[in-house]
């Protein structure tokens, strides 16, 4: 056999060999079920994006599993997803706790959401406020600052709990306020804190804007002061800022899709690409304004990638600045 023989030889073999990588790697995506994390229990606020986005986009991918697996504030869930396989088949339905709050405040840090996730997309984003109880005696965001300046560790404050973007909204105010002396309460959830607040156990909270909360608001059963976001809420376009009241006062929530680091990008694109067809569905849209969330209607994985690395620099100077660990 001489030498052109041999080399032509070499070369369909291994053409034979790279056919099933090939073949692989052109397979169609996806060719099974996929499976949602949700870091939660079953009916709060990521619980319920999750099913609202599965009901849109299950006519694109199939069959879309949706799997709560709360606990330690959302790092259980994170974590599992942090460690799975990185094919496109096992994604997370994070939030800035997850991303953010929580790989900051816990020592040691659950994983590294930098190095171990990659954004697919943010789906809504949810403003946190602060509502007070009828009996405060503050029409807006300006007296009630005015009243704890005058009444030192007369106030208390609800959270969903200890480290939660509303314990560090809270602190927040405090901090942008001079240095209010208000109490934190740590509660186990948003719903026994805003029950205890509409008793009046506790006078002020800072929940994020729900249908609920809007409900309670609008029925005179509690008070939302002003909210912290950029920009009026879509759902409720009368709610002050707090930002007008006191700058940089923002603290919003964004929830979205994290893959393993390392999904193949063109996993990451369809997944993305999906998920803005399904945005640019008006009852979709209107689904999510009903529930209090802010739909967010123009991006991409690489836009909302920087979005979130933005969070985070824009978090971590407060995160570090206060001891949200025993507060």
Do not use: C
Not at 52 to 79: K, M, P, Y
Not at 200 to 228: F, Q
């Amino acid at each position: 056999m001489n030498r052109s023989r041999v080399t032509i030889r070499a070369i369909v073999l291994a053409a034979f060999a790279m056919a099933p990588l090939q073949a692989y790697s052109q397979a169609k995506y996806p060719a099974q079920p996929i499976r949602v994390v949700v870091p939660f229990s079953p009916g709060g606020v990521v619980d319920t994006i999750a099913r609202l986005w599965v009901q849109q986009v299950e006519s694109s991918l199939g069959r879309v599993i949706v799997d709560n697996r709360g606990g330690a504030g959302g790092t259980i869930g994170a974590g599992e997803v942090a460690r799975a396989k990185p094919d496109g088949y096992t994604i997370l339905l994070g939030n800035t706790s997850t991303q953010i709050l929580n790989p900051a405040l816990m020592k040691p840090a659950p994983y590294d959401p930098a190095k171990e996730f990659v954004t697919i997309d943010i789906i809504a984003i949810s403003a946190t406020s602060i509502t007070v109880h009828p009996s405060v005696p503050a029409r807006n965001l300006k007296q009630l600052i005015q009243y704890a300046k005058a009444n030192p560790g007369k106030l208390s404050y609800g959270s969903a709990g200890a480290g939660t973007l509303t314990h560090v909204a809270g602190e927040m105010l405090k901090q942008r306020a001079g240095g209010l002396s208000i109490v934190h309460v740590p509660y186990k959830g948003a719903g026994p804190g805003i029950a205890d607040l509409i008793s009046g156990y506790v006078p002020m909270m800072t929940p994020n804007v729900t249908s609920r909360l809007l409900n309670l608001h609008r029925d005179g059963r509690v008070r939302i002061l002003a909210v912290n976001a950029p920009q009026p809420l879509k759902g409720a376009p009368d709610l002050p800022l707090s930002k007008d009241a006191l700058p940089g006062m923002i603290a919003q929530l964004f929830t979205g899709l994290f893959a393993p680091a390392g999904t193949p990008q063109a996993v990451i694109d369809s997944l993305s690409q999906v998920t803005r067809k399904a945005q640019s569905n008006k009852k979709f849209q209107e689904a999510l304004i009903s529930s209090g969330f802010e739909p967010v209607l123009e991006s991409s994985a690489a836009a909302a990638q920087r979005y979130v690395n933005e969070e985070q620099e824009r978090f971590m100077p407060l995160l570090k600045s206060l001891d949200l660990s025993g507060k």
